[in-house]
């Protein structure tokens, strides 16, 4: 089967998180993507943990990319990477804003030798504004968007994930924009365009209806620990052998089957057992009827019961008990990876399934400039004493 994105070429520029992850996913749909890092390397290459020195984040990370090494400071490296953009669709880059411009690689010259091209700008705050200056990262997004104010217990502080949510979800909205401009270009003779991505925004939008509840009725929303403002009962309850399972009741069906299931059917006919707002307000309530019986029953047998009364329910688990689910087994969510370095390496699979036009992971992530003959020689015609020079002079 051909790929999705078979004959796109994508230069990956960025650093760390948002802007590199779009450009995963992309390549792991079929576009050809080099990865462009300074000669020091991607600081995603000394993130996290590392394995008889191998970097272990940037194997997935890093994943369907060739791998080559350029300073963009210098200036035959912006030369090499103007005779790279001419043959590109895309370009991904996170600098902070005035950094591409400061190195004459500006939008005007960049698609002054490729019309068609793509360049997807993934930044903290976007391109103007107060804070356009400002080094930006995920985190200060899970601040600023509202996610931290929302999040941990009522008396507790405002809590951080502990991990890239706003650069994941980022990452995502940056290749469905990439996308929609590859399809206004190729499918209705468009030309090519600058996406200007605020890592900010994406993750305010998958907060909910907080700007227009806050705007229409002057609402803002505290934290609720996992209890939802929306459904009750939802939150994390302890089995009788110590595990722990999460509920949800967003349909009204769903919340009636759990609380006949746990013995209080009564209040299925109480008014405010109508609504899932409603429901909220009674959570102390529903949670006493719901957590107690959970803590009177073993794991599966909590589960079975669920599962039996059609109720929604799911194990919380870690990532080690997530490896041996047999529905992550069944969709191989968890899938093996053959690498040079380290033999058989698991890691997540792609996004999604498709029928006709399947993604895969081709290969986990490179050395640093293990692609820079095969792409500066063989595809710009570079000769071996040119990459010498090059690698002495630090362009390469």
């Known amino acids: ?32 993507v080099i990865k462009v890092e300074h000669p020091r390397g991607d600081p995603v290459r000394d993130h996290g943990h590392a394995k008889d020195g191998v970097p272990l ?41 005035g950094t591409l411009e400061r190195w004459n690689l500006d939008p005007d010259r960049l698609r002054g030798v490729n019309p068609g091209l793509i360049l997807a700008r993934v930044t903290g705050f976007g391109q103007f504004g107060p804070y356009a200056k400002r080094p930006g990262f995920g985190t200060l997004a899970e601040s600023m968007s509202g996610f931290a104010a929302i999040t941990g217990e009522p008396d507790g502080p405002p809590t951080l994930p502990p991990f890239g949510l706003a650069d994941g979800i980022a990452a ?66 302890r089995t ?17 089957r759990v609380l006949r299931l746990v013995g209080h059917p009564e209040v299925i006919d109480e008014p ?16 006493e009827y719901v957590g107690g019986w959970i803590a009177r029953y073993d794991f599966d047998e909590v589960i079975a019961a669920f599962e039996e009364a059609q109720a929604a329910v799911a194990p919380i688990y870690d990532i080690a008990q997530i490896m041996e689910d047999p529905q992550y087994r069944a969709l191989d969510s968890i899938t093996t990876v053959q690498d040079p370095e380290l033999g058989d390496i698991r890691m ?49």
């Open 1 to 32: 089967m051909s790929s999705a994105l078979e004959g796109v070429r994508v230069l990956d520029v960025a650093t760390l998180f948002a802007g590199p992850l779009a450009a995963t996913i992309l390549g792991d749909f079929g576009a050809d």
């Open 348 to 396: 997540q699979n792609v996004l999604f399934r498709m029928s006709e036009t399947p993604g895969e992971i081709r290969w986990a992530g490179r050395r640093l400039g293990e692609d820079n003959e095969a792409v500066f020689r063989h595809e710009l015609g570079l000769s071996a004493g040119d990459l010498q020079r090059l690698r002495d002079e630090g362009t390469i």
């Open 240 to 256: 009788r052998d110590n595990r722990w399972v999460a509920i949800s009741t967003s349909a009204q069906n769903v919340a009636e």
């Open 172 to 237: 995502q909205a940056t290749a469905i924009a990439i996308l929609m401009a590859l399809y206004r270009r190729d499918a209705r003779g468009g030309t090519g365009q600058v996406i200007d991505l605020a890592i900010i925004e994406p993750i305010l939008t998958i907060l909910g209806p907080q700007p227009i509840v806050y705007d229409q009725l002057g609402i803002i929303q505290e934290r609720s620990g996992n209890r939802s403002v929306n459904n009750a009962p939802r939150n994390t309850y």
């Open 57 to 97: 984040w940037w194997k997935m990370l890093g994943r369907n990319k060739r791998a080559i090494t350029l300073n963009l400071s210098k200036i035959e490296g912006q030369e090499l990477f103007l005779r790279l953009v001419e043959g590109a669709d895309v370009v991904i880059e996170n600098f902070r804003p």
């Open 272 to 287: 405010w057992f109508a609504s899932g707002r409603t429901r909220a307000e009674h959570a102390d309530l529903l949670d």
